[in-house]
C-alpha cells in the first residue's frame, strides 16, 4: 500500500517537479528597466508580474531582448512587454502528469527549452519563441 501511495504522489506534479527557490515577482507599474534590474540582480531568467497576489503574466529573457531589438523604451511599464496570464499554460501540485504531458505536446513545449517558474502552488511554462 506504501509503494501505491508513493507512485500516486509521483504521479502529480508535486512528486517530479520541485521548486528550487523562490519566484521573484514584479509588479505591473514597474518599468522594464526595473525588471532587468531585478532579473540582473537575482540571476534569474524571468519574473511573474503580479496584480496584488494575481499572476498577470511573465517577462522572460527572450522578452527583453524581442524589446530591445524593437526598440521599446526601457522606462515604459514593463506590462507592455509582458507574455499575457492568458497566454501561459500552468498546472498545480496537485495535478497529474499525464495533464502536464498534454500541455507540453499541445504546445510543443520542450522543458529543457522551456522557462518555468513555481509561483502561489502553480508552474508557469511560456514556449521559447
Request: with cysteine; proline share 3%; glycine share 4%.
Amino acid at each position: 500500500k506504501n509503494n501505491s501511495s508513493n507512485l500516486n504522489e509521483k504521479m502529480r506534479v508535486s512528486g517530479f517537479m520541485k521548486p528550487t527557490h523562490a519566484v521573484i515577482t514584479a509588479a505591473s507599474t514597474e518599468s522594464v528597466r526595473q525588471i532587468m534590474d531585478k532579473m540582473l540582480q537575482n540571476k534569474i531568467s524571468s519574473i511573474v508580474v503580479m496584480d496584488k497576489s494575481e499572476p498577470l503574466g511573465i517577462i522572460t529573457k527572450s522578452d527583453l531582448m524581442k524589446a530591445c531589438h524593437d526598440r521599446i523604451d526601457i522606462d515604459e511599464s514593463c506590462s507592455k512587454i509582458m507574455t499575457p496570464a492568458d497566454k501561459l499554460e500552468t498546472c498545480n501540485q496537485n495535478d497529474d502528469k499525464d495533464k502536464v504531458a498534454s500541455i507540453l505536446e499541445a504546445t510543443q513545449c520542450v522543458i529543457d527549452g522551456a522557462t518555468k517558474r513555481w509561483y502561489e502552488g502553480r508552474w508557469f511554462c511560456t514556449h521559447p519563441h
